[in-house]
């Protein structure tokens, strides 16, 4: 029997409609528990997120932790932002719906989609064409009818376009690129990440009688800038030899990054942590500082991360190790919502080799070292180190959390 087709097209609007709803409790979830609470204020964001389908722009592998408050492999070694990051670098831009907005860094297209509604128009500019042609067709197809797309290398900017209210680039050079200076307009904005490739600080940067005013907001870790930006990068990591960066704790923000909540160098993504300071009656097992970590409300992130270069075919077995003491530890919501080191490794499209854990500790006892052999997949290029409370509540303390190469 066939239906009269405006019957056709109401069933086919419920069966989009009941698709898109069926993520709309985890996205407010999302926003509610994770992106509010981690310091994103600015409602227009949160409601920017709340409505944007991030399953869209992930891989249907990776839709069950679409909502999740982490980034996500899209192929072609590429990464889409954990959603805190691409809230809080759009609150930092401070979108007008007035704004023309240079993005650098398409990758999926989801901050391209979550900037939509709030500026006027998004060109936005991704050098992998797969990506970029994706991308584009995610954006059309979910008409975002204000961007427009572009496959190029992002370290030249979009001249043609120029000049810009604001820029926001979603991966990292070694330094700022001169082009983006220049098709930033008088007074513009751009939020950028700049450092070495595991050691990142994101920018806010205002142009000023044609130079830049710096503002560091918090350190970070995005792939990096590939094209011209990648060609003349000067500082290269060792993954033969990896190795934890303060993981002592000893060394203290400065200048600039002094003034940020959270900011422990050579660590990014800091949540309700601080650097203590020994004293006569609470002495660090090594140095004169530890990592402390509180939190009253199960399922709060209280964390540390760090990347890491290691190559599996230099590296066969590293030895993971650091102290540890905790106080009225309680689990957290989830299997692994517990204090813990960790460190996960991937493959050069960062697939998940696996993740390995010292710990989880539990109840309340003082400073003991702890360590463990972990064999290294050949396939391994990198690593992410993690320390914290996890979702957990009370207090965790971390002190002297070191990676040693054993083998090849």
């Not at 999740?68 to 401070?94: C, K, N, R, W």
């Not at 990758?107 to 509604?117: I, T």
């Not at 991704?126 to 992002?154: C, F, M």
Request: aromatic fraction near 8%; glycine fraction near 8%; proline fraction near 7%.
């Amino acid at each position: 029997m066939r239906r009269p087709l405006a019957i056709v097209i109401l069933l086919i609007g419920a069966a989009t409609a009941t698709s898109a709803d069926r993520f709309q409790a985890a996205r407010d979830r999302l926003v509610d528990q994770r992106v509010a609470t981690a310091g994103v204020t600015d409602t227009r964001v949160l409601d920017a997120i709340r409505r944007t389908p991030r399953h869209e722009f992930v891989p249907k592998s990776q839709w069950p932790r679409a909502y999740y408050d982490m980034a996500l492999p899209i192929g072609h070694s590429q990464t889409i932002s954990s959603p805190f990051i691409v809230a809080s670098m759009t609150e930092a831009l401070q979108p007008q719906s007035t704004d023309k907005v240079l993005e650098i860094g398409t990758g999926s297209g989801y901050q391209a989609a979550v900037l939509s509604p709030l500026v006027e128009h998004v060109y936005t500019i991704e050098i992998v064409r797969e990506l970029g042609e994706r991308a584009a067709e995610t954006l059309a197809r979910l008409d975002y009818g204000n961007v427009s797309t572009k496959i190029g290398d992002g370290f030249l900017g979009w001249p043609d376009a120029a000049p810009f209210d604001k820029i926001i680039v979603t991966c990292s050079p070694e330094s700022v690129p001169t082009p983006l200076i220049e098709q930033l307009r008088e007074g513009g904005v751009m939020i950028i990440p700049v450092g070495e490739r595991y050691q990142q600080t994101l920018y806010r940067l205002i142009k000023t009688d044609g130079k830049l005013i710096r503002e560091a907001l918090r350190p970070t870790l995005f792939v990096p800038m590939t094209g011209e930006a990648e060609e003349s990068r000067t500082t290269l990591p060792d993954p033969a030899n990896p190795e934890a960066v303060n993981g002592d704790f000893e060394a203290a923000p400065s200048g600039d990054e002094a003034s940020l909540l959270e900011f422990v160098p050579g660590w990014y993504y800091g949540r309700q942590v601080t650097q203590v300071e020994s004293s006569a009656g609470d002495r660090a097992p090594q140095g004169n500082r530890y990592a402390s970590f509180r939190n009253e409300t199960p399922g709060r992130n209280s964390h540390l991360l760090q990347g890491i270069a290691i190559d599996g075919r230099e590296v066969s077995q590293i030895r993971l190790s650091g102290t540890v003491r905790t106080e009225d530890i309680q689990k957290g919501p989830g299997s692994d919502a517990m204090p813990m080191i960790a460190i996960s490794l991937y493959d050069e499209l960062r697939s998940d080799l696996g993740t390995f854990y010292l710990g989880p500790f539990r109840g309340s006892r003082d400073w003991r070292q702890h360590s463990r052999l972990i064999r290294v997949p050949i396939k391994t290029r990198e690593a992410i180190l993690r320390v914290g409370l996890f979702g957990a509540t009370g207090r965790a303390d971390f002190d002297d959390v070191r990676l040693e190469k054993i083998g090849r």
